[in-house]
C-alpha cells in the first residue's frame, strides 16, 4: 500500500460498473470474496451493487448478464467504484463514460478496476501519476499510449485512492487485502480456503510469467529474456545481454538453441515483433510508431521482418483487427441466484 492510501479497513461499500464484454470471471471473483467474508465473519460487513451507465445489463465477454443491475446515479453510498473491463475494451468507453468517470472523482469517490477496466481510467485522465495494474496481454500497448501512468506486472495496486486489479482470480486476492484490514488475517485465509485456494498473493506478486511460457526455465535464459523484454524499444547485443547475465556469448547462444530451437538474436526479434503485433492490435498508435517502440529504425526492416513472421504487412494486421466482428444473438440469463 502506498503512502497516503485510505484505510481499508473503513472500506466496506463497493460498486461493479460492468461495461460491455466485461471479464465476468473478475467481477465474480470480487463479489464472491465479499459475499464469503459475511460468511465466515457470521454478519453482513459487506456490501456491493452491480452497476451500468443506464441500468440496463451489460453483456459479458461469455454473453451472459448479472441481475440486478442498478443504474450508477440511482447507485447507493459508495466506498469504491471499480470499473469492470474484459475484451474489446476501446469499444466498451464512450464520452458518456469518460465524463460520468469525472464526476465521481470530483466529488471525491475513489475508484479502481478490474481487468482492462484501468484504460477506461486512464482514458479519462483519473491515472496520471499512479502506479496501476492492468491484464498482462494489455501492458505493452497501454504502457506506450499513456507514458503518464506507472503501468506494472503486479497483481493489484493499491495507490492512494485508486485500486485497480488483474483479471481472471486476482481480484480474490486483492478483496483479501481488504478483508484482512478489518477482520483479520484468520478470517481473509478461510475466505480463501472456501474456494479450494492454496493462498492468498500479496498485491507486488507477478501476475503472468510468459517468458517460461516460451521456454526460458533455466535461470540464465529467465534473466536474459526479461531483459530483452525491458529493452525492447532499444534491443541490447546479444554481446550486451551475455554480459549482463554473466555468461559468454557462446554459452547463451548454447542455452538459447538447448531450450527454444532459436538463436538469442532470434529469441529477441521474436519478442520484439509479438510486441510490434500487441500494439497494432490494443492501441491507435501509427503504424511507423509502432515500429520505433518495438526496436526498429527503418519501417522497410519492421514490415519485412513483421511479413516474415505473420505472413502480412502490420498494415494488414491493423485492418483486419478492426474489422467489425460478425454479431451472434446471444440470450442474457440472469445471474441473482449466484449473487444472493
Same mark, same amino acid.
Given at each position: 500500500?502506498?503512502?497516503?492510501?485510505?484505510?481499508?479497513?473503513?472500506?466496506?461499500?463497493?460498486?461493479?460498473?460492468?461495461?460491455?464484454?466485461?471479464?465476468?470471471?473478475?467481477?465474480?471473483?470480487?463479489?464472491?470474496?465479499?459475499?464469503?467474508?459475511?460468511?465466515?465473519?457470521?454478519?453482513?460487513?459487506?456490501?456491493?451493487?452491480?452497476?451500468?451507465?443506464?441500468? @440496463?445489463?451489460?453483456?459479458? #465477454?461469455? /454473453?451472459?448478464?448479472?441481475?440486478?443491475?442498478? &443504474? +450508477?446515479?440511482? !447507485?447507493?453510498? %459508495? =466506498?469504491?467504484?471499480?470499473?469492470?473491463?474484459?475484451?474489446?475494451?476501446?469499444?466498451?468507453?464512450?464520452?458518456?463514460?469518460?465524463?460520468?468517470?469525472?464526476?465521481? @472523482?470530483?466529488?471525491?469517490? #475513489?475508484? /479502481?478496476?478490474?481487468?482492462?477496466?484501468?484504460? &477506461? +481510467?486512464?482514458? !479519462?485522465?483519473? %491515472? =496520471?501519476?499512479?502506479?496501476?495494474?492492468?491484464?498482462?496481454?494489455?501492458?505493452?500497448?497501454?504502457?506506450?499510449?499513456?507514458?503518464?501512468?506507472?503501468?506494472?506486472?503486479?497483481?493489484?495496486?493499491?495507490?492512494?485512492?485508486?485500486?485497480?486489479?488483474?483479471?481472471?482470480?486476482?481480484?480474490?486476492?486483492?478483496?483479501?487485502?481488504?478483508?484482512?484490514?478489518?477482520?483479520?488475517?484468520?478470517?481473509?485465509?478461510?475466505?480463501?480456503?472456501?474456494?479450494?485456494?492454496?493462498?492468498?498473493?500479496?498485491?507486488?506478486?507477478?501476475?503472468?510469467?510468459?517468458?517460461?511460457?516460451?521456454?526460458?526455465?533455466?535461470?540464465?535464459?529467465?534473466?536474459?529474456?526479461?531483459?530483452?523484454?525491458?529493452?525492447?524499444?532499444?534491443?541490447?547485443?546479444?554481446?550486451?545481454?551475455?554480459?549482463?547475465?554473466?555468461?559468454?556469448?557462446?554459452?547463451?547462444?548454447?542455452?538459447?538453441?538447448?531450450?527454444?530451437?532459436?538463436?538469442?538474436?532470434?529469441?529477441?526479434?521474436?519478442?520484439?515483433?509479438?510486441?510490434?503485433?500487441?500494439?497494432?492490435?490494443?492501441?491507435?498508435?501509427?503504424?511507423?510508431?509502432?515500429?520505433?517502440?518495438?526496436?526498429?529504425?527503418?519501417?522497410?526492416?519492421?514490415?519485412?521482418?513483421?511479413?516474415?513472421?505473420?505472413?502480412?504487412?502490420?498494415?494488414?494486421?491493423?485492418?483486419?483487427?478492426?474489422?467489425?466482428?460478425?454479431?451472434?444473438?446471444?440470450?442474457?440469463?440472469?445471474?441473482?441466484?449466484?449473487?444472493?
Amino acid at each position: 500500500m502506498s503512502a497516503g492510501a485510505l484505510p481499508l479497513a473503513d472500506l466496506t461499500r463497493f460498486g461493479f460498473l460492468t461495461l460491455p464484454n466485461y471479464s465476468l470471471i473478475a467481477v465474480s471473483a470480487a463479489i464472491e470474496a465479499c459475499r464469503m467474508a459475511n460468511y465466515v465473519a457470521g454478519t453482513e460487513i459487506y456490501s456491493w451493487q452491480v452497476l451500468t451507465l443506464d441500468g @440496463a445489463p451489460a453483456r459479458a #465477454s461469455g /454473453g451472459l448478464t448479472l441481475a440486478p443491475t442498478v &443504474a +450508477l446515479d440511482k !447507485a447507493a453510498a %459508495l =466506498d469504491i467504484l471499480f470499473v469492470c473491463g474484459g475484451i474489446d475494451i476501446r469499444r466498451a468507453i464512450n464520452r458518456t463514460t469518460r465524463e460520468a468517470l469525472r464526476r465521481l @472523482a470530483r466529488r471525491k469517490v #475513489s475508484l /479502481g478496476s478490474l481487468c482492462t477496466g484501468s484504460f &477506461a +481510467l486512464a482514458e !479519462a485522465g483519473l %491515472l =496520471d501519476g499512479y502506479r496501476c495494474a492492468i491484464h498482462w496481454e494489455n501492458l505493452g500497448a497501454i504502457r506506450e499510449e499513456f507514458q503518464g501512468v506507472d503501468f506494472v506486472d503486479d497483481l493489484f495496486v493499491i495507490d492512494r485512492d485508486r485500486f485497480t486489479c488483474t483479471g481472471g482470480s486476482a481480484p480474490i486476492d486483492m478483496m483479501g487485502a481488504f478483508i484482512e484490514a478489518r477482520l483479520g488475517r484468520n478470517v481473509a485465509e478461510r475466505m480463501s480456503e472456501q474456494f479450494v485456494m492454496e493462498r492468498l498473493r500479496g498485491g507486488a506478486e507477478p501476475q503472468h510469467a510468459p517468458l517460461r511460457s516460451k521456454g526460458l526455465r533455466h535461470p540464465a535464459l529467465e534473466q536474459a529474456g526479461a531483459l530483452m523484454a525491458k529493452t525492447i524499444g532499444a534491443p541490447l547485443t546479444v554481446a550486451a545481454v551475455s554480459a549482463r547475465v554473466g555468461l559468454s556469448p557462446r554459452q547463451l547462444e548454447r542455452l538459447f538453441r538447448q531450450h527454444t530451437g532459436m538463436g538469442p538474436a532470434e529469441f529477441s526479434m521474436a519478442l520484439r515483433l509479438d510486441h510490434a503485433r500487441e500494439l497494432l492490435r490494443q492501441s491507435d498508435l501509427a503504424v511507423t510508431a509502432v515500429g520505433v517502440a518495438s526496436g526498429f529504425v527503418s519501417s522497410a526492416h519492421f514490415s519485412a521482418a513483421y511479413r516474415r513472421r505473420f505472413g502480412h504487412a502490420p498494415r494488414a494486421e491493423r485492418v483486419a483487427t478492426r474489422a467489425p466482428a460478425p454479431i451472434r444473438p446471444v440470450p442474457s440469463v440472469p445471474l441473482a441466484e449466484s449473487l444472493s
